[in-house]
């Protein structure tokens, strides 16, 4: 709760144009600004926030410090690529901008997006570090984007010299299919705030990411046992779905016995389908080197069978935003229940699909060397269909908890 | 007590700068002012500030101080600087601004600040009530 007047720093130079962070850097820090804002304002009221950008012709402050989220959203929307991104000048226009604050009561911070090459020296950086320690100015730091030699020690060197007894953070988002407000929302940049912003933290990273949670629903019995039981009850509903349609997809597979079927109905039927999908990725990553085909051949069956969670959930993240962002709750609901309970009938269906022998010859025969009347293979097969019984064993006993 | 200690002082941090707030419980008349320190980093150029709250290092120069003082090694021994009086005839509140120190390097360091003044002349309430009570 504490009061606190924020400037934020956003890159808007050539650079931003770039679609590694999805779907493209520019729009990912304006997701990323936006959900700053509502974190700063809810967990104080009286907590401002103004924009400038480092980019284009020279540095520009599109808002000075201001409680009214309509007018920051609004500036995010007018953002323009061009230029070159100037760091020193732009830390120093947001520190005159907090100087000016209407009310002298508020801390001082700065937000930074440094995702483009810093083209000041260590020393540089360090004086203007300085500077905003003497000041009491707090900064955080988001590298990103491009990654020159140098880049990340230069920003060290200038969270050094401004850190005040760690009021001031560091944090680097690597690309990949996380997206940068969901790497921010779990980094000190947001749980800083303190418990009022951390609960809108919360509720944001459990919406978009449908990720890790300690509780089941990320929300649960102890702030909201109504929400959680609700929770609870669309979950049995949309398993109870989720089996019927597998096992229509699973049986129209085996009875066609081509490699091509699976994969449709995976994208036709619900995308939270578990087995079709992991189906499909034992596939493409069996169409590898012959060399290692044989251990990446085992390696995908056994990762199929669910005992590493965490692939397959990914994989389920990655087909689930390609499809449909409507189900994209259904698919964290449906992945943190996986972290707690094996799904059983996911299991009798994988059996049934492993079972079939037929099936299974055929995808084996269409991949690329991989010979079916190999006997490793075969004893492969039959090792296998003889593991989903035991996990079946294993299972009930565990799911009576 | 370890009033006088040597061992004990303040520092600067970032820079040499120091920018110290003193608020009064009561208005205050000031006559002079000693700043003891050791002798390569104690300050030098002092200016004082009455009656400024929320300075900081970006607005120390936005006004021009109620007074000024170079310090001579004498008055970092203990030799009392004389204030300009009219001045601080009434002063709640008392921003010393620390500019810089005796050998210019990074870090200044003082040991002791006194002030030496009178209280501004404040209405008796125990009198007051006494007046009352014989009516």
Redesign the interface.
């Known amino acids: 709760m504490v009061l606190e007047a924020t400037m934020i720093c956003i890159d808007n130079s050539e650079w931003m144009r770039n679609g590694d962070y999805s779907p493209s850097r520019l729009r990912a820090q304006a997701d990323a600004v936006s959900l700053i804002c509502g974190a700063k304002t809810q967990s104080n009221p009286e907590n401002t926030v103004g924009i400038l950008t480092m980019g284009g012709k020279g540095v520009r402050v599109l808002t000075t410090p201001t409680t009214d989220l309509g007018k920051i959203l609004a500036c995010m929307h007018e953002l323009d690529i061009g230029g070159e991104m100037n760091i020193a000048a732009g830390i120093q226009v947001a520190q005159l901008a907090l100087?000016h604050r209407q009310n002298?009561n508020q801390r001082q911070r700065i937000i930074v997006f440094a995702g483009s090459p810093v083209k000041y020296d260590r020393k540089v950086m360090e004086m203007i570090g300085?500077?905003l320690?003497?000041?009491?100015v707090a900064i955080d730091i988001v590298n990103f984007g491009e990654d020159d030699d140098g880049k990340p020690e230069k920003l060290e060197a200038l969270l050094a010299a401004v850190n005040n007894n760690d009021s001031s953070h560091l944090v680097h988002v690597p690309t990949g299919p996380n997206a940068l407000s969901d790497v921010l929302i779990s980094s000190p940049v947001f749980t800083a705030d303190g418990e009022g912003g951390s609960g809108f933290a919360a509720a944001a990273a459990a919406a978009a990411a449908g990720g890790v949670s300690d509780f089941d629903f990320g929300v649960d019995p102890n702030i909201d046992p109504e929400l959680a039981l609700a929770l609870r009850v669309s979950m049995e509903e949309e398993r109870a779905r989720q089996e019927a349609a597998a096992k229509r997809a699973a049986d129209e597979a085996s009875r066609q016995g081509k490699e091509e079927e699976p994969l449709s109905n995976s994208q036709d039927a619900t995308m939270t389908d578990n087995t079709n999908n992991t189906a499909a990725e034992t596939t493409e990553k069996t169409a590898d080197p012959m060399d290692e085909e044989k251990s990446l051949l085992e390696r995908a069956f056994a990762m199929s069978m669910g005992t590493s969670v965490s692939d397959t959930s990914m994989a389920d993240a990655d087909t689930s935003k390609a499809t449909d962002e409507d189900k994209e709750l259904a698919l964290a609901l449906q992945m943190s229940m996986q972290d707690d309970t094996k799904d059983p009938s996911n299991q009798s269906d994988m059996s049934k699909v492993l079972g079939d022998q037929s099936f299974v010859s055929s995808i084996l025969t269409s991949l690329p060397g991989v010979d079916p009347n190999d006997p490793s293979v075969k004893d492969l097969i039959a090792s296998l269909q003889g593991q989903p019984e035991k996990k079946k064993e294993d299972e009930p006993p565990k799911d009576d908890k | 007590g370890y009033r006088e200690d040597e061992g004990l002082y303040l520092e600067s941090?970032?820079?040499e700068?120091l920018l110290i707030y003193l608020p009064f419980t009561q208005v205050v008349k000031l006559h002079s002012i000693v700043v003891k320190g050791p002798e390569e980093e104690g300050p030098k150029t002092v200016k004082l500030f009455s009656n400024r709250e929320?300075m900081?290092?970006?607005?120390v120069n936005d006004f021009p101080p109620s007074d000024t003082a170079v310090l001579t090694p004498d008055n970092l021994k203990g030799k009392p600087v004389v204030l300009k009086f009219v001045k601080f005839q009434n002063v709640r509140s008392l921003t010393i601004f620390i500019e810089d120190n005796q050998s210019d390097s990074e870090v200044t360091k003082v040991n002791k600040i006194a002030l030496f003044g009178t209280t501004v002349e404040t209405t008796d309430m125990k009198g007051l009530k006494k007046i009352e009570d014989n009516h």
């Open positions: 100087k002298k300085k500077k320690k003497k000041n009491s | 941090d970032a820079d700068q929320h900081g290092f970006s607005n």
